[in-house]
């Protein structure tokens, strides 16, 4: 059996806002919204520029959410972005309202890499290959 890997989805209390954001801040592209889907919720889904797509919904009809944590957690921690100019980028995401967390930081092998904290408390790396 072979696997292909198919999408990330975020959780969001306004996906569109949040949608919104990963435009603007990594070009994503929406391919559709669907609001409201049958189970209640705004299901928007995007792509990245290299084509990974990347779901934002918000809670649907009778759904409890949990807080976001954007602090190294068990579980799914952090998804990564690599970007040409990192110090660039920092002042850039900070400007979009994201917090800078950690970095950036070169690491032995010339990786330089920092992270952010995005809307609704996502955790992201972002990355500058040497």
């Not at 990963?22 to 919720?41: C, H, L, M, S, T």
């Not at 954007?70 to 900070?94: M, N, P, T, Y």
């Amino acid at each position: 059996m072979s696997y292909s890997f198919n999408h990330v989805h975020l959780k969001a209390p306004d996906p569109g806002a949040t949608a919104d954001w990963y435009v603007k801040a990594f070009e994503f592209e929406i391919i559709n919204d669907e609001n409201p889907r049958p189970q209640g919720d705004r299901f928007i889904r995007c792509r990245t520029k290299d084509g990974i797509a990347v779901n934002i919904s918000s809670d649907r009809t009778g759904e409890t959410m949990g807080g976001g944590d954007a602090s190294a957690h068990w579980g799914l921690e952090h998804f990564g972005i690599e970007v040409d100019d990192i110090d660039a980028e920092f002042k850039r995401l900070e400007g979009l309202g994201a917090k800078i967390l950690d970095g950036p930081t070169k690491t032995p092998t010339g990786l330089i890499i920092g992270f952010i904290q995005a809307p609704d408390d996502v955790r992201i790396e972002v990355m500058q290959l040497s």
